[in-house]
């Protein structure tokens, strides 16, 4: 009977025992069920919270394309936006891409159709996942709050952060941001559903149609934002 057992389920032995199988059904094929259960019961909760379906459909396929190139159409007024980068960081309602040198964020609401490029395999990859060693399992189990809190891979594998949450990390930054126009300038302080700029501004996160960043001024402009605020915070302790 174990024989038996060893041979019509080889993949569920493991150091020396065997855990007990799933399904019926060979691994291949109760795989492919559950993708398709999994469609079925995204479409019918879309169908039952249609204002809601968007968002889900668009987290679904994003989380399926972390770390791969996506091509994104979205809108800005009347204008047609034509994106494609890697996925870089899947919010709640919204999606940044990043190429060699630009980093985009685009909400949700303004995109008009998402697609892996023509001639890119529709495949996932272990790339897409974070590689746990036993000194991060040591580290999530007694401190975890902290820990996720210092690493953006961490965030967005634990979280579903809000578009808000995210520019907050992202202050001291030079962007240029849509609107009915483009805005440039320097993050100074994301509060009360608004992006404050060095110029004075002051934009309506509703309002964003997309932000375009260049990456590589961006670790520079970062690092300095960060050591002055350090600094300053010294001297108020003092």
């Known amino acids: 009977m174990s024989e038996m057992f060893e041979k019509n389920y080889p993949e569920l032995q493991k150091d020396g025992r065997f855990t007990s199988p799933p399904s019926g059904l060979p691994m291949y094929e109760l795989k492919m069920l559950q993708e398709y259960i999994h469609s079925a019961n995204l479409q019918n909760l879309g169908t039952v919270l249609p ?17 791969q190139l996506v091509e994104i159409h979205s809108s800005i007024g009347d204008d047609i936006i034509h994106t ?39 495949v996932s990859g272990t790339h897409q996942h974070v590689a746990y060693d036993q000194e991060l399992r040591n580290k999530l189990l007694t401190n975890f709050g902290s820990i996720v809190a210092e690493k953006e891979v ?15 990390t992202w202050k001291g930054t030079k962007v240029t941001i849509y609107t009915k126009k483009n805005t ?13 700029l060095n110029n004075g501004n002051e934009i ?35």
Request: hydrophobic content about 40%; overall charge positive; proline content about 3%.
């Open 51 to 67: 204002n809601s379906k968007q968002q889900m459909v668009l987290l679904k396929f994003f989380k399926s394309k972390k770390n």
């Open 184 to 196: 440039i300038g320097k993050i100074i302080d994301v509060r009360n559903g608004k992006v404050l």
């Open 204 to 238: 309506s996160i509703s309002k964003i149609n997309y932000i375009k960043q260049s990456r590589i001024n961006s670790f520079w402009q970062r690092l300095f934002s960060k050591w002055f605020t350090k600094k300053s915070n010294k001297r108020t302790a003092k």
């Open 154 to 168: 961490l965030r967005q594998q634990f979280y579903e952060e809000l578009f808000e949450t995210n520019l907050k």
């Open 84 to 122: 494609i980068g890697k996925v870089a960081a899947i919010g709640r309602n919204f999606v940044m891409l990043k190429t060699l040198f630009v980093r985009y964020w685009i909400p949700y609401p303004t995109i008009k159709s998402a697609k892996s490029p023509f001639g890119i395999p529709d």
